[in-house]
């Protein structure tokens, strides 16, 4: 299987701050990754694949980008709205594999 | 718009069998996406089980292939999960997921999820 390695594991920001998470994969998997994000008690959210597709109805604030061998997900602008979970995914091969998430905390 | 919904007992004992049903609704499980079924421990990461496509082709996640059986019903547009032989380290919230038409293994609707608990 596909490790990803997600960091930081949990980060605490104010409203407003850009947030930046990082994941890793223990191999090539060819920008076949993905971002969700989970609030307490719900189901993941896609907001991003393709490493960098934003999907439908999802806020312009989130990004992804690859840089070389790293992936990173974005927030411009932390809103309230988005204390939450998130976790990145890769879907090259199977099984399809997620990091073990960061939470985003309120400083 | 597309909605999942899981069902089935929050409580089952150990070595017996976990049964899921997710009823789809505002889409057809008879489409070319695949369907999807993925569980998260308590506190902990999200893994992925398996998925089925309507023409009742399955694939499973190896750790979990001497356990797990998935099935389709066209008729009433939903699908089924079936772990065997559970043990405490089964206990999870399961969900389920479509992938997205685009591409595979990636998950775009996934339904409120339910807690099972494995325990006597």
């Known amino acids: 299987d596909i490790q990803m390695t997600q960091s930081p594991s949990s980060l605490s920001a104010s409203v407003g701050d850009r947030v930046t998470i990082t994941c890793r994969a223990s191999?090539?998997?060819?920008?076949?990754l993905a971002w969700y994000q989970q609030r307490p008690g719900k189901a993941p959210k896609l907001l991003v694949y393709a490493a960098s597709r934003l999907e439908s109805g999802v806020p312009s604030r989130f990004s992804g980008r690859r840089s070389g061998t790293d992936y990173t997900f974005t927030i411009s602008s932390l809103q309230p709205e988005d204390f939450a979970s998130y976790y990145c995914q890769q879907y090259y091969d199977t099984p399809p594999t997620f990091g073990q998430g960061t939470k985003v905390e309120i400083k | 718009q597309v909605q999942l919904q899981e069902s089935g007992p929050g409580l089952v004992k150990p070595s017996g069998t976990l049964s899921l049903t997710c009823a789809v609704s505002?889409?057809?499980?008879?489409?070319?996406?695949?369907w999807t079924w993925l569980r998260q421990p308590p506190g902990k990461g999200l893994e992925w089980i398996g998925e089925?496509?309507?023409?009742?082709?399955?694939n499973y996640s190896p750790s979990l292939r001497s356990r797990v059986g998935i099935s389709v019903d066209n008729a009433k547009n939903q699908f089924s999960l079936n772990l065997y032989a559970v043990t405490a380290a089964d206990t999870a919230v399961y969900y389920c997921?479509?992938?997205?038409?685009?591409?595979?293994?990636?998950?775009?609707?996934w339904g409120q999820g339910t807690l099972v608990t494995v325990s006597s």
């Open positions: 191999q090539v998997i060819s920008n076949s």
């Open positions: 997921a479509r992938d997205l038409t685009v591409t595979r293994y990636c998950f775009d609707y």
């Open positions: 505002g889409a057809s499980v008879s489409s070319s996406n695949w």
């Open positions: 089925i496509h309507h023409s009742g082709r399955t």
